[in-house]
């Protein structure tokens, strides 16, 4: 494998609407309201009194974006192209994207001084081909999908898998950064920075590669077999992992970073084990996202044998945890909360909000998902999502609590849904103006 990164060269006119743009950025970044929100989520992960955060994403709404540049003129106006070159649009587009919402829906997005390129990285395949078909929705966005697992058998599994082969294009990579860096990195501070994987759950992969009705079936049928394939994946995983801590790849996450199902990762309770003189990062000074989806109609005492032993395993190889996602934890709390080093736990619209306050209070981050359908259909009953508002403040009181809309895919037409909801959350909250 070699690199294939190219750099074209960037125009002086180009070269000057990205510096322009670039301080734009670095002055938004140094404003009150930036560093308010930096202490507020600081503080919020550290378990210490926080008022509470609230997001919502964006980038599920595809074409729909359009519509919030209409509703928004100003933010469709700075958010349109201005730079010629492919390479000078692509520093442009990551440069705009930084400000989007807080130029429109004002959610708790950190806007940032730094400018985070990513390392080149290949990790292979497990030995076999892992292919998906898609389906088309009434949008013609093709969302849905189902994999087609390449395992039928899983007591021969381990007669096909392979562990994975790691590559970095680390010249390619540093070129790029350089690039960015003689454009504007008197401005912003350019840095390698990039996670390689959402989930270290471990069993997306087990149900790519063999299917859900071979999961389930084989835990009762076959528990050696699943076994045996759960530790493969768990050792791998943590050998990627290595891989990269040793060559100085793996970056922390421990500011304005992606962080579990939604969140941001500011806190000071990392790094543990302190800076490295590469520039890379220790496991133990990382976040990591451990959940289980594929398991929702797994028994509690299932997840335990199958599921549980393994994610131990890599919680206990990195600083802090966020766990979970859609699946309703408190059908498996007992067990979850078996895991070393959680810090943050998701509350899914499925769960029992009063079980996860219980296991949150004082303890964990209170990670709350509201259902996103209730912003999708064809009319919103504000009243509504008021109360379920309402609800998960009361609920949650006296733990450290984010509201994260997540997954929405559609607005039927009504971009202004977004803003309304962030606005009504943040009011509720009692956050307004921040």
């Not at 980038?59 to 595809?62: A, F, H, S, V």
């Not at 562990?163 to 680390?170: A, E, I, L």
């Not at 393994?310 to 395993?313: A, H, L």
């Given at each position: 494998m070699t690199g294939v990164i190219l750099i074209q060269v960037i125009s002086k006119r180009d070269r000057s609407i990205l510096r322009d743009l670039a301080k734009h950025v670095k002055e938004l970044s140094e404003s009150p309201v930036m560093m308010e929100r930096i202490k507020a989520w600081t503080r919020n992960n550290d378990l210490q009194p926080s008022r509470t955060m609230v997001l919502l994403e964006l980038?599920?709404?595809?074409p729909e974006m359009d519509l919030l540049y209409e509703a928004f003129p100003d933010a469709g106006d700075f958010m349109a192209y201005r730079c010629e070159g492919n390479h000078a649009r692509e520093l442009e587009k990551s440069l705009k994207m930084k400000c989007l919402e807080h130029m429109t829906i004002c959610d708790?997005?950190?806007i940032n001084a730094y400018y985070d390129i990513s390392w080149a990285v290949e990790t292979g395949n497990y030995g076999v081909e892992i292919k998906s078909e898609r389906g088309i929705d009434s949008g013609g966005r093709k969302l849905g999908f189902q994999i087609i697992p390449p395992i039928k058998d899983i007591c021969k599994a381990m007669d096909v898998l392979k562990?994975?082969?790691?590559?970095?294009?680390?010249e390619g990579s540093l070129e790029k950064k350089?690039?960015?860096e003689e454009v504007f990195g008197d401005i912003l501070y350019v840095r390698m920075r990039k996670q390689y994987w959402w989930t270290m759950g471990l069993t997306w992969d087990l149900i790519n590669l063999i299917g859900m009705e071979n999961m389930m079936v084989g835990m009762v049928e076959e528990p050696d077999a699943i076994h045996a394939i759960m530790r493969f994946l768990c050792d791998d995983s943590l050998r990627f992992a290595r891989f990269l801590e040793e060559e100085g790849l793996f970056c922390p996450n421990s500011e304005n970073d992606y962080i579990g199902s939604g969140s941001r990762g500011f806190t000071d309770s990392l790094p543990r084990m302190g800076k490295r003189p590469d520039g890379g990062a220790h496991l133990k000074d990382c976040w990591v996202l451990l959940e289980s989806q594929e398991t929702v109609l797994v028994s509690p005492d299932m997840f335990t044998e199958f599921v549980l032993p393994?994610?131990?395993?890599i919680a206990e190889a990195f600083g802090l945890v966020y766990y979970?996602?859609?699946e309703p934890l408190d059908k498996r709390i007992k067990s979850v909360l078996e895991i070393p080093n959680i810090r943050s736990l998701s509350?899914?619209?499925w769960c029992d909000e009063m079980i996860m306050a219980g296991a949150c209070a004082g303890k964990h981050v209170y990670s709350r998902k509201p259902a996103p359908s209730i912003l999708s259909g064809p009319a919103v009953d504000y009243d509504a999502t008021g109360r379920d508002i309402i609800n998960t403040l009361k609920t949650a009181e006296g733990c450290n609590l984010e509201i994260i809309m997540k997954d929405l895919h559609t607005t039927c037409g009504d971009i202004m849904r977004v803003k309304k909801w962030v606005d009504q959350a943040r009011s509720l909250a009692g956050t307004v103006g921040l």
């Open positions: 980038g599920g709404l595809g708790d997005s950190v562990p994975r082969v790691f590559f970095c294009d680390k350089a690039a960015a393994y994610q131990k395993k979970g996602c859609c509350v899914s619209p």
